[in-house]
């Protein structure tokens, strides 16, 4: 692939108005494109249209929102970039992927922000808005030229585009189009269905007036002009033809979507990001399904009118991240105590504390699992896709509601904003609760009648004539009745203990991905299921033996675990959390603080394992990850663990 | 014929009260759905549903068979009982399928107000007959007693008071001739709600026999009004009539004097009233005097003594009170201080 | 989501009650204290107002005063410190049609829960709210509470309360949306009972203050008022709370319409004279759980809809 341009370095030459030969045109299994810019300048929406048209299409996609932790950040700045990252294939796409081959800049500044971050090949090709080389303002021509010189450090090819100057040739304020305009750019670069575009702008922009997407359309065709002109490569991407009926949304839209499709009707929150996007959705659409989202005044609120719903009727859920979830502990804990089933939502960001609002992180396990004080044994469960975050709130009700407990389901900024086509689900009414049944309660009936195996028992709801009892969130008996006797304490926790070990034997152990024994084996839980299946098909190319599972409910755990660890030399989890390496100054094998995966799999099955973890406000790249998996192979010398 | 429009507006103000029937009425519909998948078919099938029911995020994660058996053993319905149910199941899908046609009721001239009104709520009415037949069957009842709730009508005579308080409520257009109110006292009760969209000369006074302690009356030619209705505590009929005839509203929540209770507008000349249908010029001339009478009692009491200058409510009643008792005992008005 | 199940309204019988319907588990409050009025009134008010037992929930906190729905018999939740609004808000938005009675105590609600019970009263839901208010901690055992007395001492604060009480009626009529605000005290049952008889009648959120002694750990606080009744002013109006016979006991009355909110608000901040009755009501304002009604759909009703809007991102 060649540009115009061939030199690389600030004095790039300006590629426009250039007629060419036909473009020359690269065949490929997959590529990766990012489109970078101030904020508010609408680069994301302008890669979701390019991914959702890719999908429909037939390719593979998978898209990541690169987002500032601002609003407004400055204009212009390093920190304050905002923008999408697109991966698109032939077969299906399961994650971010590496570096980006194609960058499209709506400044140099952004476009550094990348670069400083390891995010772009070193041969990637760059499209840069050039106004800023010959802007009015001196410091920002400096800046330009220092941007440049620091970008010649890498083999990046880069061409000039004129954005703001064409654009002003169809709108009078360029902020409002240069997205559309880029649109057009990568319809003909990777040369997409123009007609699929309008249609897709035109859904888009469904409630605003005709004329916004007139000139919307105006500016992709001008940018799609301005491309087939001046540019002389194309890249092509083969689709894969499928009769099976998909869709394309990103994992909050699912899950929002999948708790429809539950029967779930009462939602109640406080807004937070990564989370909150869910219920945007979700306040767009509940009432038309019977539902309501609730936004309480705090996080306690949301949790303790989730648990008031859900006691008086179905299944109701909440909605969070990290901090909220912190908020909501000590009902959590009463939602255990007194078996009143809820399922709660926790799209993981970056902590602790305030921490990386809008960046990606699975570090709240433990917390989601052990963070209640007292003795609060919960369902935890974990979707590693776009897809899987549908159907989990359908799973994680049917369980609330026979186990008579909390079912969390922890996702993360990855799955929340990433976008992938799925395979379009088919609801179900037996998936949707119906309003428990409320027939009068038979003499004798108590609101705790333990089964002595299981653990479980079937909840009464007002309404229900003869069923009257006071929940509480003391210790209980089988009545209800406070307790004042020590010994029904520790036979109610052990009924309450019981219904994870009840659930955990109606489980399977997880699949293995690869060889069922082998060297090594990787453990992983949620979101990097999709990069760590593509680092193994790397490394197991490359002749090594390595095989992976992946966890999807963390509490109880899958069962089989020890027995699955014990046919590899060695096990080793890849987490987005945390942990010390075992080389860094005063780290012992004893004080090491591990993956929380890690942690949790060495306390259950007893088996030395291993971590490799990031924290580093991104998904995983799966060529990270095989580096991970070359440094950690175990070696030759050690005997087959027993 | 009442203009569509209309119609729709008076539909709207009872949105509250229709939504809450057809809500309940789906809610049981997918209960009794759950309750049948539940209880019948073979034990081996119970797997399948679990599994159906546990989703795809389960598959091949949790064991349906497993998953089943921890749930529990159910008895299987006999035969009777579940055809029983499915029909009672019918009755409740197909009030759902009519959708507020349920509340729609259209009379030509010579029809009778109040046998078309009972008729249109006992058909709603089977709703509740079906939900009984199916709680007899769920507690163990005779699945044939159980059926006899829900075939033929279900007239409001034999609801109960909570069904009363979910009564759906009727839309009514009615030509002014066929607006005659006898009878009509009897179905007022619960938390109905009729609105009369009245088309053509119609009796000036028409709802007035209707107005006793509790109920909401409203005669008024404006459809704005209707909106009152969603106030009312208890029962309410309006009538949205030509601007000939008188309008008033009388509103048990207004407070305990009748002057609170009760606004009337201009009321026509009792010369103006023609015979219509089956109503005497002489009964329109009656119901318009005593309307009129209600009105300059109602004047009479609506003193000063509301604005709590006279700071002592447990005083002996005002002499205008004392005449207003004596009214609203001629017109069957006695204890207005004991309606909420 | 708008309401019960036919199956629901197809069992209820129409009968009468008696307040021993609505007896729940042994009372174990300490002898003499206030709250056993308060629940005796409760009692009498389920029965005269025939609301049946398995469709009334009460809700409530902890502490003392929050054992209450124990000592009920009908459908109660003992939640936890502070946070019993959220609770019963969840319990109304659900299911409309219950009626829903909230106890809380003065820590309870003025504390650690201040955050809720000020968006609870903005919110407006159609509840009855029942401050017991002992001016202490009681079940944790004589702490500063912040409607304590300045001065008072207590376990937390030894040489006296630092700062002025807190006081509830100025607090609650001073969010925005408020509906009903009244004060009662437990030792008046006349006045008690036509109070939580109103806040029952009430549509919206009903804000009762139960003034509540606490014979173990306070027993002085409320002494004057109790013995002296001329220390208490009572609220007359037409449109209030009119207990019978009370008006020949209390000479000390005062005229007070209870729509005039400036008149409520200045009379609830009046440092030098407590007030029985109803300082604010007004049933025009907008309720929550009103605006909030939906309307439920089948199973396959959802589906329909769902398949629609799976439609929309179909590629
Ligand atoms: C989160 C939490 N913090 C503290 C407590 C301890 N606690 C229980 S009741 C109570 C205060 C009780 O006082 P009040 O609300 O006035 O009720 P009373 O006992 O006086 O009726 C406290 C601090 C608790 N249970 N939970
Ligand atoms: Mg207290």
Known sequence: MAALSSAVSPEVRDSSRVKHAPPTVHRLDEHTVEIVSDSGEGAQKCGQIFGTVSAKMGNGVWTVEIIPAEIEPPARSVAGTSGIRIRIGSGPITNWGDETKLAVAFNEQSLLS?????????????????????????????????????????????????????CLTVVENPRLGKNMFVLGLLAFVYDRDLDRIREQIAFAFLNKPKKIYERNVALLELGHGWASENLD??????????????????????????????????????????????????????????????????????????????????????????????????????????????????????????????????????????????????????????????????????????????????????????????????????????????APVPEGARPYDWDPETGLSRRFIPGQPGGMHTVTSLAHDEDSHVAYDAEINQRSSRMRSRKLAALQHTMSPPPIYGEESGDLLIVGWGSTKGAIQEALDRVRAEGLSVSSTHLSFLSPLEPGLGEIFSRFRKVMTVEINYSDEPDDPYITEENRRRGQLAWLLRATTLVDVDCWTRVLGEPLRPGAIVEAIHTHMPTKKRGKRT | MPSDEMVRQALEAVSGPREAFMSAVKVA???????????????????????????????????????????GEHEPLDDRSQEVLEEALEVLRALVKKGDENFLVHLEEGDSLVDRVEAAL??????????????????????????????GGNPPGRWSRAERRLAPPLVVSVPGSALDVEGMGRLLEGNIRIVLVVDGPAPPAALVPLMTPGVFVLQTSDSKELARLSDAAGPAIAALLPDTCAGFVHDPLGGPTLGQRLTVGEIPDAKTVRMLGTMTTWRQAEALSQLAALKSASEAVALPSANGKSGEPMEEPAPADRLAAWLLDQANLTDVDTAS | MSTCSLLALAQSEDRDYERADYEGVEVRWCPGCGDYSVLTA???????????????????????????????????????????????????????????????????????????????????????????????????????????????????????????????????????????????????????????????????????????????????????LVTDRDQVQLLMHDDGINAPGLDKVFENRRVHDPSNLDAARRLASDSQQTRLGLFFRDESLPRYDDLRRTTRLTAEERIELLNEELALYAV
Request: charged share 20%.
């Open chain 1, 233 to 438: 490569f194309q890249y092509h991407i083969p689709s894969i033809e499928t009769d099976q009926e998909m869709v394309v949304m990103n994992g909050n839209q699912a899950f929002a979507m999948g708790a429809i499709a539950s029967g779930m009707e009462l939602a109640a929150m406080y807004p937070i990001t990564p989370a909150t996007s869910v219920s945007h959705y979700l306040c767009d659409v509940f009432e038309r399904f019977g539902g309501i989202v609730h936004q309480a005044e705090d996080e306690i609120a949301a949790i303790g009118v989730a648990i008031g719903a859900s006691y008086s009727g179905k299944v109701a859920f909440t909605i969070t991240s990290g901090p909220g979830m912190a908020l909501k502990t000590e009902f959590l804990g009463m939602a255990v105590m007194t078996e009143i089933p809820l399922v709660l939502l926790n799209v993981q960001r970056g902590g602790p504390s305030t921490g990386l609002p809008t960046k990606v992180e699975q570090s709240d396990l433990l917390a989601s699992i052990f963070g209640q004080p007292g003795d609060a044994p919960h369902v935890v469960m974990a979707p590693a896709t776009i897809e899987e975050c549908f159907h989990a709130p359908i799973t994680a009700r049917r369980i609330a509601e026979t186990f008579r407990t909390v079912v969390m389901i922890l996702s993360d900024a990855n799955l929340a904003t990433g976008v992938q086509p799925f395979p379009k689900p088919d609801p179900q009414v037996s998936w949707q609760a119906p309003m428990p049944d409320q």
């Open chain 1, 114 to 166: 990348r670069h400083r971050i390891g995010a772009l090949a070193d041969d990637a090709t760059i499209l840069v808005e050039n106004r800023w080389a010959t802007h009015d303002d001196e410091a920002i021509r400096d800046q330009w030229a220092s941007a440049m010189e620091e970008l010649s450090e890498r083999n990046y090819t880069i061409i000039e585009v004129p954005m703001e100057e064409e």
């Open chain 2, 29 to 71: 519909v997918d209960q009794v759905e759950s309750y049948l998948d539940a209880n019948t078919g073979p034990e081996e099938a119970k797997p399948e549903r679990a599994a159906s029911e546990l989703g795809r995020f389960a598959e091949g994660r949790i064991d349906p068979q497993r998953f089943a058996a921890l749930t």
């Open chain 2, 122 to 151: 006992a058909a709603s009415g089977r709703a509740f007959g079906a939900a009984e037949a199916v709680e007899r069957i769920r507690t163990g009842g005779d699945a044939q007693t159980a059926r006899q709730s829900f075939t």
């Open chain 3, 42 to 224: 409760t009692q009498r008010l389920l029965a005269e107002e025939g609301l049946k037992p398995e469709e009334t929930v009460v809700v409530s906190g902890i502490g003392c005063s929050s054992r209450f729905p124990h000592y009920m018999n009908t459908y109660g939740f003992h939640g936890i410190h502070g946070r019993a609004l959220t609770l019963a808000t969840g319990v109304k938005l659900n299911r409309p049609e219950l009626s829903v009675f909230v106890v809380m105590g003065d820590g309870d609600c003025c504390s650690i829960g201040a955050g809720h019970w000020l968006h609870a009263t903005r919110y407006n839901i159609d509840m009855v709210v029942l401050l017991l208010d002992n001016e202490i901690y009681g079940l944790t055992k004589k702490q500063t509470s912040p409607t304590t007395p300045q001065g008072y001492k207590s376990n937390t604060q030894p040489r006296g309360s630092f700062l002025p009480a807190l006081n509830p009626l100025e607090a609650t009529l001073g969010i925005t949306n408020a509906s009903f605000v009244a004060q009662t005290a437990e030792w008046v049952p006349a006045h008690l009972y036509a109070t939580l008889q109103a806040a029952y009648r009430h549509k919206g959120f009903a804000f009762v203050r139960i003034l509540q002694r606490c014979p173990h750990f306070t027993p002085d606080i409320m002494n004057e």
